[in-house]
């Protein structure tokens, strides 16, 4: 899934070097003029090394769960394996199954069960220090409550100190190994699998070739100054951002921009570090460095949006910091009464058991267990999740954001219409121009020869192929010299565009003209074309009373005939890279819950700052390590999926978090003796073996996550 990269990766260079320079509609100037009014499809596209970027960019403090995750793998299962003959020996286990500890085992169950409360139990009490020092009671402290209290009453209760009943072993040792596997289990679901500021760092090439006198020197773009000459070979990319000197090309700046079509940058014109010059060589002048680059001001956006997004609470945490105050409240008044009561001795135990007993097993794993059927069962359905909290968050979404250009539609260009001049067909028309392109590996020739074989033509055979930057390609067939291309091929031919052509325009579409002998004959319209999964994943969201917005850095015209046909309402067009995220800002500003889906590194800010980011699995891998949740297909109907998927996981949250803190509200006023008056209260043994139940049933329910249809196909409409 992630070895595809449609808008950062190219394909090798071919001979068929050329560039038809199509109109495409206005598109507005900004900062780094990243449109013009021509669109021109470049001929060569070079994929770029990625490897040892090391040095591009400071990745200092980005978290990575991964030794975290081997950290409780292995403790548990080590603590696992010393735990059996922990519980085996323990006497109060070994009473409730009817069994007798033999003699010399008696110290099997202190020993081991001191190794396990000081190896096993020390991420929960080197946690428990942590919420102390930050005054936010939690899980942690919440668990080393009940193992440091289980610990200290076993030894009483081993060195006959304290009542027999308040032997704990086994209970300690059961409780350390499940609050280890849901940990285990937690860290495993937040564990990161790539890193966005590495695979934006991995844009800028590893050398960079500076003009000195007479010769080019090799160095590193971190040597680069402002005002330095650099030579940027055909298919190389920019080292730093600057102004072209010398030269003219078609740069593909769709890794930075998104926009999917080339666009050409002659001297004088600004230009952006990582991006590639496809068909030509440039000489740049120098004018921004490091961090005032582009690029390093995406990579500060989504630094800065991930981690503002990172210090969302956890539900488990909030419950279990209500159970930590519950428990010593229950427990301090149940050693009030019972002392008041007169039986000291029983105020001990009560308090004793009420302690342990508020540490649910079942807690612990609550939240884990539902994360990690539902990842698995995400993951079946092509659906990445690498936080859980965008999982959590997805349920409360009320406005998705879509990215046009991959995500909407195909990102590759398709010919959407046909206009021919009589006597010729349409058909006719199509396979002259598939003719003159067949030899062109260019996105817009083999949208053309595509078209052609979709409609079962048979495409004649041509000689003579002749391309030319920037104003189209040509062939003999028949003794005929056919030529496609844009308005540059009209102008040589001293001839005029077809009436329909500015309709098309209107309409933001590329247009290229088919001349027959320097003889207009018919054109073609060519645009990104829409999925048709598109229509049905927006058709779905409005009926689920969702709002859907498109953004994208294309002309006005462009965003508002893909949005006409797809019903959305409500689109940014024309919209700079850096400004991505702030109209995120401005949706939540106005109050809205905001789930952003892209594919480029111009998405990851935005994808970022969005509340879910749901990145395109065959996208950039910024755009994959910039959101919470990845889509390995291009699907968009995946966004219900996901939908789906965080309401019924939340569900079972809600659903489990209830059984384990039920059995606390129940458990422990029982354990407590509130029902002591009436001759009943709870024995330990009896709430240990309610609190193991509790773990079966929330282990159970969550099981039943797995029967959710998270297949995209069911949100067809029946139309």
């Not at 007798?100 to 069960?113: E, F, I, N, S, Y």
Request: glycine letters at 8%; charged letters at 20%.
């Amino acid at each position: 899934m992630m070895a595809q990269h449609k808008k950062h990766s190219e394909p090798a260079p071919h001979s068929a070097q050329h560039t038809h320079d199509a109109h495409a509609g206005d598109h507005p100037q900004h900062r780094h003029e990243l449109r013009d009014v021509h669109a021109e499809h470049d001929a060569t596209h070079v994929h770029g090394e990625h490897a040892a970027h090391g040095d591009h960019a400071d990745h200092a403090g980005h978290g990575d769960h991964s030794g975290h995750t081997d950290r409780f793998r292995r403790l548990f299962w080590i603590m696992l394996v010393i735990a059996v003959p922990v519980v085996a020996a323990s006497p109060m286990f070994a009473m409730i199954l009817g069994y007798d500890v033999p003699g010399w085992a008696q110290w099997v169950a202190p020993a081991l069960g001191t190794v396990m409360y000081v190896w096993g139990g020390t991420p929960f009490l080197t946690g428990a220090a942590s919420e102390i020092r930050s005054r936010k009671p939690g899980m942690m402290l919440l668990i080393a409550l009940a193992i440091t209290v289980a610990f200290l009453a076993s030894w009483g209760a081993s060195l006959g100190l304290l009542h027999h009943e308040l032997e704990f072993w086994w209970e300690l040792a059961l409780l350390i190994v499940i609050m280890l596997l849901g940990h285990w289990i937690e860290m495993r679901s937040l564990a990161q699998t790539t890193s966005a500021l590495d695979s934006l760092a991995a844009l800028l090439p590893d050398q960079a070739e500076r003009v000195e006198g007479e010769l080019i020197v090799t160095v590193s773009p971190s040597d680069l100054g402002v005002g330095d000459v650099v030579v940027v070979r055909p298919g190389g990319r920019l080292p730093a951002d600057g102004i072209v000197i010398e030269g003219s090309a078609s740069i593909d700046e769709s890794m930075i921009t998104g926009e999917s079509a080339p666009v050409r940058r002659d001297s004088g014109d600004r230009v952006i570090a990582g991006t590639v010059a496809t068909d030509s060589g440039l000489r740049v002048e120098v004018t921004a460095i490091g961090s005032d680059t582009a690029l390093a001001g995406i990579q500060k956006l989504v630094a800065d949006a991930q981690a503002s997004s990172s210090r969302a609470q956890r539900l488990a945490d909030r419950a279990a910091a209500w159970l930590f105050w519950f428990a010593l409240g229950a427990a301090a008044i149940t050693a009030i009464v019972w002392t008041i009561v007169g039986a000291p001795d029983e105020a001990v135990i009560r308090a004793i058991t009420v302690l342990v007993i508020a540490c649910p097993h079942a807690l612990g794993l609550a939240i884990p267990l539902v994360v990690s059927i539902a990842t698995e069962r995400a993951a079946r359905a092509g659906i990445l999740v690498k936080d859980r909290l965008a999982l959590e968050s997805m349920r409360t979404v009320d406005t998705v954001l879509f990215d046009k250009t991959g995500t909407l539609t195909k990102g590759s260009p398709a010919v959407t219409a046909i206009e021919a001049v009589a006597p010729l067909t349409p058909d006719e028309l199509l396979g002259l121009a598939a003719a003159a392109e067949r030899d062109s590996e260019h996105p817009l020739a083999r949208a053309i020869v595509r078209a052609a074989h979709d409609r079962d033509l048979t495409i004649p055979t041509s000689t003579d192929f002749f391309s030319s930057p920037a104003v189209g390609v040509s062939a003999l067939l028949a003794g005929k010299r056919v030529a496609v291309g844009g308005p540059h091929l009209l102008a040589d031919a001293d001839a005029s565009e077809l009436t329909v052509a500015d309709s098309w325009r209107a309409e933001g579409a590329i247009i290229l003209h088919v001349l027959v002998d320097q003889q207009v004959v018919g054109g073609l319209r060519l645009a990104d074309e829409i999925r048709e999964e598109s229509r049905q994943a927006v058709d779905a969201l409005r009926r689920d009373g969702v709002e859907v917005v498109m953004i994208t850095g294309d002309a006005k015209a462009v965003a508002q005939h893909v949005a006409a046909q797809l019903g959305i309402e409500r689109v940014f067009a024309g919209v700079r890279p850096e400004d991505k995220a702030s109209r995120v800002r401005q949706l939540q500003s106005e109050g809205r819950s905001v789930a952003m889906v892209g594919d480029g590194v111009n998405d990851a800010p935005a994808l970022a700052q969005a509340d879910v980011g749901l990145a395109i699995g065959a996208g950039t891998d910024v755009a994959i390590a910039s959101a919470g949740v990845i889509l390995a297909s291009d699907d968009p109907r995946a966004v219900l999926s996901v939908m789906a998927l965080s309401r019924a996981s939340y569900r079972k949250m809600r659903q489990n978090l209830w059984w384990a803190a039920g059995y606390n509200l129940l458990s422990v006023p029982l354990a407590a003796g509130v029902l002591a008056p009436i001759g009943f209260v709870l024995p330990m043994s009896v709430g240990a073996v309610l609190m193991s139940l509790s773990t079966i049933v929330v282990a159970l329910n969550a099981q039943l996550l797995r029967r959710l249809d998270l297949r995209p196909q069911r949100f067809r409409t029946s139309s």
